[in-house]
């Protein structure tokens, strides 16, 4: 099986230009294989299934030399994830953000996914420079123009976040670009009715749904 997925996800890059050459291509269908059958990110560990026949600290090195040296373009990067995804129609946009300690240094994500159901994958990221704090409504625009370059406004049918994504200038985007959302608030956040008086959300006893 191994040998198969290698050479149909390699025929797919023949049609993506994510990276050039054959060799290159051939690498990230071992990648990508090496990536299921450790179900790990760390090089180590993929490069124990990347390529049998030479000895495992050349596969983790070639992992390193790979993405210190190859430019990728995230946008076909994301234009093929999209293209893989099954079924078609509208779209399930989630934002998300993650942070934790690499050694001494402090990674702090901006995550988009798209899907369906429960079929869901990472679309684009940005790691946010601010030593952990929430990313502002800016950064939140930039990356969700970013993903309705790929998949285009009309196959968003909904955006959904936690309770950091909220605020005016954020909200007022979503509505300028005819998005439906759904976002978390906090209960003791203030929502002003249609009368012009200010409740807090935990005063309006909603139920989930």
């Known amino acids: 099986m191994k040998p198969c997925l290698i050479a149909k996800i390699t025929t797919l890059l023949h049609h993506t230009p994510l990276v050039q050459n054959l060799a290159r ?13 450790s179900r790990n990110v760390q090089f180590c560990e993929i490069a124990q299934h990347l ?13 390193q030399d790979f993405f210190r040296e190859v430019p990728l373009d995230y946008l076909v990067l994301s234009t093929l ?3 893989l995804l099954p079924g078609q129609g509208k779209r399930r946009v989630c934002l998300d953000r993650t942070e934790w300690d690499f050694g001494q240094c402090q990674v702090n994500i901006l995550l988009v996914t798209v899907g369906r159901g429960a079929c869901h994958w990472p679309l684009c990221w940005e790691l946010l420079d601010n030593r952990s ?4 409504a800016d950064d939140r625009i930039a990356l969700l123009d970013f993903c309705l370059r790929v998949l285009g406004p009309d196959r968003v ?16 985007y979503l509505k300028g670009k005819g998005l439906s959302f759904v976002m978390r608030l906090p209960k003791h956040h203030l929502v002003t ?13 909603l139920q989930p749904g």
């Open 25 to 37: 291509k051939k690498f990230v269908a071992r990648f990508v294989v090496g990536l299921f059958k």
């Open 51 to 63: 390529n049998d026949r030479v000895k495992l600290a050349s596969n983790e090195t070639r992992i």
């Open 81 to 83: 994830l999209v293209g």
């Open 133 to 136: 704090g929430n990313s502002n």
């Open 157 to 172: 049918g909904l955006v959904v976040g936690d309770r950091e994504f909220v605020g005016h200038q954020w909200f007022n």
């Open 193 to 205: 009715d249609r009368q012009g008086r200010s409740h807090a959300v935990a005063d309006w006893h």
